[in-house]
């Protein structure tokens, strides 16, 4: 008799998997035999699960609506539930909707109205969430990073930490922040990012083209930002390539988090700077400081052609920020 040790349903005679057939006859088989989801199917064969339902589409098989499966809560449920609770859960406990919906039996989207009536702000959704990044607080900063002269490697393990979320949090904090590298021989030794973003002329020029407001650190960017600002793609290009900043320079200016900036700049074409070494911004801003001719001050303010800080020959963005000026 079959056994499940030999990949069969006991007394079914329908196999669990047949990794060996052909991937249409596979899928078609886990999906109408085994009654397997196309979310569980596309992790066992190895592909996405929109290829998943594109082969069962191909192969005349009838896909069921997305979420029909989906365990379904009584009308009313968990009505009872105080929204004080449900903030308490959100808000301390760290619990997302779904943990939430589990938990009390209230729907998920319940969950979510009933959040926002009780005037909780809800966190950003993926993994690119802002508000449960870790942090370190500015005091325990201020006393191993400034007075006692750790450095950011030394603070992270101390308190088990990256040296991400150390400089992280200095700069969210507004705090002078050691620069990288040998110890230069001119020129500042330390920098107080945001303020240093916001004194730049270009980035000022560009922030007050789009009507992004000033914000200044002293707090996490999800706090800075409770609403991240909005980005387009010609605002990112500018900050990115006319002015030289970073993607986590962006970030800190308009709240969106790097790794969607950097996707923005990825689907409008733009091609990233080799991860390393200094930004054109920050190699402006030490030259400026150092009393030095940055080279962008001794580039030519008008003519076809203005180069960005990439070097970059871009008259076109020019005439696009001069137009969009005019028009304001």
């Not at 922040?177 to 330390?190: F, L, S």
């Not at 500018?238 to 970030?251: A, D, F, P, R, S």
């Not at 052609?305 to 020959?313: E, F, I, L, S």
């Amino acid at each position: 008799m079959p056994s499940a040790a030999d990949g069969i349903n006991a007394g079914s005679g329908c196999p669990q998997d047949i990794p060996q057939a052909l991937l249409p006859e596979r899928i078609a088989h886990l999906y109408g035999c085994r009654g397997l989801s196309t979310y569980r199917i596309a992790p066992v064969v190895g592909i996405s699960r929109q290829r998943v339902t594109r082969v069962l589409h191909r192969a005349g098989i009838p896909v069921k609506p997305r979420g029909s499966g989906r365990r379904r809560l009584p009308r009313g449920a968990g009505a009872a539930v105080p929204g004080s609770l449900l903030a308490d859960l959100y808000l301390r406990h760290r619990l997302n909707c779904a943990q939430i919906s589990e938990l009390t039996q209230i729907p998920a989207r319940t969950v979510q109205d009933r959040l926002r009536a009780h005037g909780v702000r809800l966190r950003t959704r993926g993994r690119f969430n802002r508000e449960d990044r870790l942090a370190v607080e500015p005091e325990v900063l201020a006393e191993t990073y400034l007075r006692a002269g750790l450095t950011s490697d030394e603070v992270g393990k101390l308190l088990g930490v990256s040296r991400a979320v150390v400089l992280r949090s200095a700069h969210d904090a507004g705090l002078p922040v050691r620069m990288g590298g040998p110890a230069p021989t001119r020129g500042p030794t330390e920098i107080e990012l945001i303020t240093a973003l916001y004194a730049d002329p270009d980035v000022q020029q560009v922030l007050t083209q789009h009507g992004l407001p000033t914000v200044p650190p002293g707090a996490p960017v999800w706090q800075r930002f409770p609403v991240p600002a909005r980005l387009s793609a010609d605002l990112a290009e500018e900050l990115y390539v006319w002015c030289g900043i970073g993607v986590h320079h962006i970030e800190l200016l308009t709240g969106q988090p790097a790794d969607t900036v950097r996707k923005l700049l990825h689907a409008t074409g733009v091609t990233l700077r080799p991860t390393g070494g200094r930004s054109p911004f920050m190699r402006r801003w030490r030259a400026s400081r150092a009393g030095l001719s940055s080279r962008r001050s001794q580039l030519p303010q008008a003519g076809p052609q203005v180069a960005d800080a990439d070097g970059h020959h871009d008259d076109a963005r020019m005439r696009r920020i001069a137009v969009s000026g005019s028009r304001r």
